[in-house]
């Protein structure tokens, strides 16, 4: 990909002000958004002062008066998705919002569960746990030959097991690979199996509509691409799951109202699966940073994938490095393994020179590294903020490493 891509030569005075609202970007070289980007200005804001007004009038006290300013997060979240407010629960994460949807099922020995070979590990866990204790048989789709689920093989697979439930992550996270969400989705939906869709690594570099996925619940964080505070996250609960009446197994006073001594009621929006207590300062800042992202808009996706091809093709030139990535459809994770170097190490040397990026092991996603042929590898995720001009610097900065 050359300089003269469109997605790269955006509006110098647009980039200038993401800049100016990115403050990180003056210290260091931030390209680890896919583990938590750096805030803007206004989300940091919105914290410190709904944190200043608590410290004057109390948590409680404060809450009642700016409840219309902690469910306009709802309404921003909602808007970004294509869903409704009362679709929206917050929970602490992304995993936690795949573990609360898991537990609205009643699990038998026996049930199946349908996921995919790169799914994202604390989910692959979860169900393995389940597989455990409950007897849960855990059957993993094909995968394509260029790379993600297989699409006809999830419907073969239905047709064939009649799974409870297929959970499948949209976009790995030690990988830049886009599933095709939509087509599962689309699948499940004319099967009549609920899908739970994880969309950590989606939600702020990829534009989604609920409605277009088909997925019955959708998780996501608050902050990697979505650039909201660490700490929090969301779950998208459909129409269908609320009028079946599901709901997680382990509910508080948020979720259900103890109405007799032997007997409680499930309140009738997506907020049953939450939790009563929360940093109400950090659901302010959640709601600013889909705002700002709801401002920033596609040119900003398309902007983070454009860096991230950049950076794609930039490593390929290194000798000794070998990009990973796979599918039709790629978005801006790069990852790359590095011949006789543990990338673990390369990433804390790139630390200490004030450059930011991650690292994958095998135990992030076991199946997928060992198809690779790789213990670990580098992760760099550009964002819309970030610039070719990083990107060399970092390219320079490997090479005099290797």
Request: aromatic letters at 6%.
């Amino acid at each position: 990909m050359s300089l003269s891509t469109p997605s790269l030569n955006i509006n110098p005075a647009l980039l200038q002000q993401w800049r100016y609202d990115t403050p990180g970007c003056t210290e260091r070289l931030h390209l680890n958004n896919a583990g938590a980007s750096l805030m803007t200005r206004s989300v940091v804001e919105a914290v410190t002062h709904y944190l200043e007004r608590e410290m004057m009038l109390g948590g409680y006290e404060l809450a009642a008066l700016a409840a219309d300013e902690i469910e306009g997060t709802y309404r921003a979240l909602a808007q970004l998705i294509g869903a409704l407010p009362e679709q929206i629960a917050l929970v602490e994460n992304a995993t936690v919002a795949v573990s609360q949807a898991l537990s609205a099922f009643d699990w038998q020995a026996g049930d199946v569960v349908l996921t995919t070979n790169v799914d994202y590990s604390s989910n692959q866990i979860m169900l393995l746990s389940l597989a455990q204790r409950r007897g849960v048989r855990v059957i993993r789709a094909e995968d394509l030959p260029e790379g993600g689920v297989d699409p006809a093989s999830v419907q073969a697979l239905i047709a064939q097991h009649r799974p409870k439930l297929v959970l499948m992550t949209w976009v790995p996270t030690n990988s830049g690979l886009v599933q095709d969400a939509q087509a599962v989705g689309q699948i499940c939906r004319e099967a009549d199996v609920p899908l739970i869709l994880d969309a950590c690594q989606a939600v702020g570099q990829l534009p989604l509509d609920v409605h277009e996925l088909h997925c019955d619940f959708l998780a996501a964080t608050s902050r990697k691409f979505l650039r909201g505070p660490r700490g929090l996250g969301f779950l998208y609960v459909s129409e269908r799951a609320l009028k079946q009446g599901w709901y997680p197994l382990y509910l508080d006073t948020q979720g259900g109202l103890w109405s007799d001594p032997n007997a409680f009621e499930v309140r009738d929006d997506a907020k049953r699966f939450e939790n009563f207590e929360f940093s109400q300062a950090l659901i302010v800042g959640l709601g600013e940073a889909a705002r700002y992202a709801l401002r920033t808009g596609v040119i900003g996706y398309r902007r983070a994938g454009a860096l991230a091809d950049y950076t794609r093709d930039r490593l390929a030139d290194l000798d000794g490095v070998e990009v990973l990535d796979r599918g039709t459809k790629r978005c801006a994770i790069v990852t790359a393994a590095v011949a006789g170097h543990d990338a673990r190490t390369l990433m804390q040397q790139l630390r200490e020179a004030n450059i930011n990026l991650s690292a994958a092991a095998r135990n992030h996603g076991v199946i997928d590294m060992d198809a690779k042929g790789a213990t670990t590898a580098l992760r760099i995720s550009p964002h819309y903020y970030n610039t070719t001009e990083e990107i060399d610097a970092l390219i320079d900065a490997l090479t005099i490493r290797l």
